[in-house]
């Protein structure tokens, strides 16, 4: 792991034995602090006061983070419970610091993330850039902690020009009864609601066949210390149309292909401590390839986590239990002759999340059954293990292994052939496997600072420049 300051202002950190922050230092070059008429900022480096906890956390910057494309570390949970003396924004227009980050890929096999923090409001004007670049076997949990680093870094001469200076040495000092800066306590008119919309449409034409498929989806949610809320509807809608010419033996046939899902779900949760939660989820939905014209479930949950919430960036073991009646309204007659039926069913699922300087792993265990009937169940065991097995080595095994035997919705009359060929609904089975193994090896030279963009439209390693040899 290396790291690189370059910028188009003054240098504006010195270091002490202590590892305090010089106000003084920081304040030259840049714009007057802010609530100030161009007197000396706010930040000395005085014994703290103890002001309203509550004043104080409104007065902190507002920063927004922009990681442009997949920037690996660049998780947000993590930054925000880490980088705490700030506010985090969710739209640049309300920030007072823009952090653009972006990465390339470095002659080494690595990454170098180039982090821009762009002032605005109060800041118009100030800009500063820091690079740091990583190794290609770098754990993601060193790099996030490296981001998080270089942040503080760079937002530091930024909280030197407002109140909240006095309070910040190496580390934030957090007034009594706050422990972060959370918008939670803030004015917002939205409420802390967050609103999501998206659509997709796909279309691809060809003389024989035709594919559109055409999604559709509303989200709104809303986090609290105490409360989670998310709402969301869902609809896809996939056609295919195939021409097959015809034969000395038959006319030419027309082929059409639809399948339609649309779903609705909300989750209520309530923490109630550092380890227990509970909540609720409610679902409705259509599915052609489930056989299913209408599917309610209502499931009251609770939930453990083995390691306290507070560190659920960088671990987590889970247990949660859901338990609740599920309704559904057949298209048509199902294998136990069923046109409708409500049915209470269960479900426990153990999950491990672990990002540390030897890799990351995520790994669940889930069991549903019906209560009517212990034989429909399903057990399935899936997850990703990323391990750094030594100097250049990482071996990367994932994928999912199941027990079926839930399949309460398929259709007595069984499928036909186009059905199956199209893959039009669930076909009976007894097991689902998926899987995939990679091992990668990297050696050579240990420096990788370079940066040599030339001919990158070809890919990474030329790929999309192959001669063929016949």
């Known amino acids: 792991m290396r790291f690189r300051h370059s910028t188009i202002l003054p240098v504006f950190l010195s270091l002490s034995a202590s590892l305090a922050l010089a106000p003084t230092a920081l304040a030259q070059g840049g714009r007057p602090p802010v609530g100030s008429a161009g007197g000396p900022p706010p930040g000395g480096m005085g014994r703290p006061s103890a002001p309203d906890s509550l004043t104080m956390q409104s007065q902190a910057i507002r920063v927004f983070l922009d990681c442009q494309g997949r920037v690996r570390g660049c998780d947000r949970d993590f930054i925000v419970t880490d980088v705490n003396f700030v506010n985090w924004m969710r739209d640049r227009f309300d920030a007072d610091v823009q952090i653009l980050v972006s990465g390339l890929t470095n002659g080494g096999g690595g990454s170098e993330n180039t982090v821009t923090f762009i002032g605005r409001r109060a800041f118009e004007g100030m800009a500063d850039t820091l690079v740091l670049n990583t ?3 770098d754990a993601d949990d060193v790099i996030r902690r490296e981001l998080a680093r270089t942040f503080k870094l760079g937002l530091a001469r930024y909280v030197a020009r407002s109140p909240m200076a006095k309070r910040l040495q190496i580390a934030y000092v957090a007034p009594a009864g706050m422990q972060q800066a959370s918008p939670a306590n803030l004015k917002d008119k939205w409420n802390l609601w967050t609103y999501t919309t998206n659509t997709n449409v796909f279309v691809r034409a060809e003389e024989q066949q035709q594919t559109v498929n055409g999604s559709l989806s509303l989200s709104a949610n809303r986090s609290t210390a105490n409360w989670k809320l998310n709402t969301s509807v869902s609809g896809n809608v996939n056609t295919q149309n195939f021409k097959i010419a015809a034969t000395p033996t038959r006319p030419a046939i027309s082929v059409r292909n639809e399948q339609r ?4 779900n909300s989750l209520i949760v309530r923490s109630l401590s550092s380890h227990w939660s509970t909540g609720l989820k409610a679902g409705a939905g259509y599915s052609d390839f489930l056989n ?14 083995v390691f306290p919430w507070t560190e659920q960036t960088r671990r987590q073991l889970t247990f949660l239990y859901n338990v609740g009646p599920n309704y559904y309204n057949y298209q048509r007659t199902t294998v136990l002759n069923r046109d409708s039926e409500t ?11 672990a990002r540390q300087s030897w890799g990351s792993s995520n790994v669940s265990l889930d069991w549903l059954n019906y209560l009517h009937d212990f034989s429909r169940h399903a057990l399935t065991l899936s997850g990703n293990v990323d391990l750094r097995i030594g100097r250049g080595f990482s071996l990367n095994v994932g994928g999912s292994a199941a027990r079926v035997n839930d399949q309460i919705y398929l259709p007595r009359a069984g499928n036909t052939e186009e059905e199956i060929l199209l ?10 496997i998926t899987t995939n193994i990679g091992l990668r090896y990297t050696f050579g030279s240990i420096y990788n600072t370079i940066v040599n963009q030339r001919f990158s439209s070809l890919g990474s390693s030329g790929g999309r420049f192959n001669f063929q040899f016949f």
């Open 343 to 353: 049915r209470f069913s269960q479900q426990a699922t153990a999950s491990l999340v």
């Open 292 to 305: 299913q014209d209408l599917a309610l479930r209502l499931q009251p949950a609770v939930e453990y986590n």
């Open 261 to 264: 899902t649309y779903n609705a």
């Open 423 to 432: 893959q039009r609904q669930a076909l009976q089975t007894g097991f689902r």
């Open 135 to 137: 190794l290609p076997n």
